[in-house]
């Protein structure tokens, strides 16, 4: 399923957040979207996963509008992590896993065999089965992600649109994660990823959307968006490009002065 | 919040709620003054035949205990439909503003004596102001508004109808009617007849429909309002859905028992770590336990004054505002 988005503009009283960004994301693409706090990556996620309207513009998810889709449908298919991975109650984990098959259930609906096999499977490739009777709210910041998303894959969706799901998490736990997508991506599912660990990007997005300012700067494989004149541009930052056997590895070095 | 590690199985925990609730039913219907043989009330009033204890049975006891478990079900399951709508405990179903534009419209009926005129002119003036509140509250913060505006005009539109209520005691027209609308509003199950349960059940029966069956989406927000979309529910549309449900109910219940304080605060609250804070299934938890915890107040009621004295609203909330500052205290401390 290909997920389009066309010239999107948004803002918010005076504040125009996003001035008309194109971003598309294929089949077995797992693509990061980067950019310096305040370029617009959440607002532009959100209105990809048919949270938030856009001033203008459309985003289309299999060639149809999303206002074409039921609400049902929709979440069938695309699934969101929000940032932050809020709990508002302390929920046991596997019944927090559990609201991911409601999607696929009726409103009186009981969770079936096919629903409990989603959830068990959805636990193990998070690494959170061992978590399963505690309460969310007992859990490390990085186990409660990694929890949000077994719930997000319990959805077993096709497109998923993620707001930095490695932020809190430790080196090992953040590739984890970010094998999870990629291998999501191989079974014939796609991926955006909003990230700040520019490395990380680097090494696992078949592609990378640099945002600034609500404008697409650059759109491309890693090696053509992470490059110094860019990078200063954007983020304002001085950064050292360095080629190592396992990737590209992006080093800043000094804020630019302005 | 304290996390539990209760484990409790779900179903078996509603059964024995279920079991505690006809009990206490049981205990109130044979709960009064007068001495009477259930069996032959019940079977008396079936056969139509005129006793003693069949009057008693149907004209006192039954709507007694009827209206007990049903506005207990009503407050329990409100309050807990709005702890988990706004995801914070210390939210009671008198907040979105209902409970007392249903005060205000039985109170106007007792203020023009309407009461003594027709049977059904206080709990029929109550609900026509439960009914007018929710217009209003949904005119004052529009379709699409979020949580926070929808409680705002609801504290709001119960400001306004409570100082109504004042003016109408103000200018009472004579002591008797002061009285009468005093008392209607500390909140009472006493003396009402079957018809009071008649008209009322079915406004409470759709409440707990439309309650029941946003169950799913309380699930949901419990990972924020965002997370609930992307899972598929039309956010605005749940919102009214479980409003509306809360109104409907609420709305019929204090029509006829005035206002019964703090069980919709207190009851989802203790149960709620037996159901791992899962607010769908708090839902029909919080409806037994409110009906268990109104008929024990009302049985109670009737042992230490048997005059009917004490009102069952003086004492739900002679429990509840201790109960609630022991909750702020809590919350306060986990939140630090």
């Known amino acids: 399923m290909k997920l389009v988005a066309d010239s999107i503009k948004l803002h918010y009283e005076d504040n125009a957040v996003l001035k008309g960004a194109d971003l598309n994301v294929d089949t077995g693409e797992l693509v990061g979207l980067i950019g310096p706090n305040g370029a617009g990556k959440t607002s532009l996620l959100k209105i990809m996963a048919n949270l938030i309207k856009a001033d203008s513009g459309t985003v289309q998810l299999d060639e149809r509008p999303l206002a074409q889709w039921s609400h049902k449908q929709l979440a069938k298919s695309m699934g969101y992590l929000a940032q932050g991975a809020p709990a508002h109650w302390p929920l046991k984990v596997e019944r927090l896993v559990e609201l991911g098959r409601l999607p696929h259930l009726e409103t009186w609906q009981r969770a079936g065999k096919k629903d409990h096999a989603a959830v068990q499977l959805a636990m193990k490739q998070a690494e959170v089965e061992h978590l399963a009777d505690r309460s969310v709210m007992n859990l490390s910041g990085g186990e409660r992600l990694r929890v949000l998303i077994a719930r997000m894959f319990a959805t077993e969706p096709v497109v998923i649109l993620a707001d930095e799901p490695i932020a809190a998490l430790d080196p090992y736990h953040q590739l984890h994660t970010m094998e999870l997508l990629l291998d999501h991506c191989k079974r014939g599912g796609s991926g955006l990823v909003v990230m700040h660990d520019l490395n990380i990007a680097a090494r696992f997005c078949h592609r990378l959307v640099l945002l600034h300012e609500g404008h697409v700067l650059c759109d491309g494989k890693p090696q053509e968006v992470l490059q110094p004149k860019l990078l200063a541009a954007s983020y304002g930052i001085d950064a050292k490009l360095i080629e190592t056997d396992s990737g590209l590895m992006v080093m800043p070095k000094a804020r630019v002065s302005t | ?336």
Not at chain 2, 192 to 205: C, E, G, K, T, V
């Open chain 2, 1 to 336: 919040m304290k996390a539990t590690n209760l484990h409790v199985p779900y179903l078996p925990l509603l059964a024995s709620l279920f079991i505690l609730m006809v009990l206490l039913f049981t205990i109130a219907l044979s709960t009064g003054p007068t001495d009477i043989n259930l069996a032959t009330g019940w079977q008396d009033w079936i056969n139509s035949k005129t006793s003693l204890d069949a009057m008693i049975f149907s004209e006192i006891r039954l709507p007694r205990a009827l209206l007990a478990l049903s506005v207990g079900a009503t407050l329990g399951m409100a309050g807990a439909a709005l702890q988990g709508l706004l995801r914070n405990p210390l939210a009671g179903p008198g907040l979105v503003g209902v409970s007392n534009c249903a005060a205000l419209g039985a109170v106007i009926a007792l203020y023009f004596g309407l009461g003594h005129m027709f049977w059904y002119a206080v709990p029929m003036m109550g609900m026509l102001g439960a009914g007018l509140s929710v217009l209003l509250i949904f005119a004052l913060a529009g379709q699409q508004s979020g949580v926070m505006t929808l409680i705002l005009a609801g504290v709001a539109v119960n400001a306004v109808a409570s100082s109504l209520i004042s003016l109408a005691l103000n200018f009472a027209p004579n002591p008797y009617a002061m009285s009468e609308m005093v008392y209607w509003l500390l909140g009472s199950i006493a003396n009402r007849s079957l018809n009071d349960f008649a008209i009322s059940i079915p406004f409470m029966l759709t409440g707990w429909l439309l309650i029941l069956s946003s169950g799913r989406f309380l699930n949901a927000l419990s990972l924020g309002e965002e997370t609930a979309q992307s899972l598929g529910f039309n956010l605005a549309r749940y919102r009214s859905l479980v409003v509306i449900g809360v109104a409907l109910a609420v709305g019929a219940a204090v029509s006829v028992s005035g206002n019964i304080g703090f069980v919709g605060l207190m009851v989802p609250h203790l149960l709620r770590p037996l159901v791992h804070n899962e607010p769908g299934r708090l839902l029909p938890l919080s409806a037994l336990g409110g009906a268990c915890m109104v008929l024990a107040a009302d049985i109670t009621v009737q042992l230490i004054s048997p005059d009917n004295e004490l009102k069952l609203g003086v004492i739900t909330a002679l429990v509840g505002g201790p109960f609630f500052l022991y909750l702020i205290i809590r919350t306060r401390k986990s939140m630090l």
